[in-house]
């Protein structure tokens, strides 16, 4: 049961409705982690922005989700890991073995990739003071100056989500619980 009022378009403040009628439309119904957001509708709405800058990074999209799951992972945020493996292997197109690795915070088979996520990992895990060993490796793996700002642009939009959901003990909407997990955090 979620600790804070998961909001309907109903229920929800005048603010928020805007963004969740949105993610109704878009999406069919409305994830949890927008109703628990829709709370404080300046958080729903800086989801919302970001989510949108996120999407213009010059990072893929399959590596976009790679950053979210890795940091979904770290933060031990049940739900953000099923929303992320939804969009991972439905959209970005990852493959079963890369975002079960993801899932199960082991080596991605992908190189690449890899050095992605060991970035993504050592952004979160150092509060981004990333090794030079890392950094060159994510660089020499063909990532820029660029890509390494876009990947914690990418954590902390994750840290708001992540945060929030384990706040907020959201629960899974059933339209994403085919890809559930759990944390062992």
């Known amino acids: 049961m979620a600790r804070v009022t998961l909001h309907t378009l109903q229920t929800a403040p005048e603010a928020a409705k805007p963004f969740l009628e949105n993610a109704q439309k878009n999406s069919g119904f409305i994830p949890n982690l927008l109703a628990v957001l829709a709370n404080a509708p300046v958080a729903l709405e800086m989801y919302v ?11 893929s999209l399959a590596e976009r989700e790679v950053v979210q799951l890795i940091a979904a992972t770290n933060h031990g945020c049940d739900f953000c890991v099923a929303g992320h493996t939804a969009v991972a292997l439905n959209k970005a197109k990852l493959s079963d073995e890369v975002v079960g690795a993801l899932r199960g915070q082991t080596a991605i ?7 992605l996520a060991a970035f993504a990992r050592e952004v979160i895990a150092t509060r981004g003071n990333v ?11 063909g990532y820029t100056e660029g890509n390494a ?3 914690i642009l990418g954590v902390s939009l994750a840290t708001l989500c992540n945060f929030a959901n384990v706040f907020a003990k959201t629960p899974l909407n059933p339209e994403l619980s085919r890809y559930s997990w759990q944390s062992d955090k």
């Open 131 to 141: 090794s030079e060993q890392t950094y060159g490796a994510f660089k020499t793996a």
């Open 149 to 151: 700002l876009e990947v």
């Open 49 to 59: 922005t970001v989510s949108a800058l996120n999407g213009k990074a010059e990072l």
């Open 109 to 115: 088979p992908e190189v690449k990739l890899e050095a």
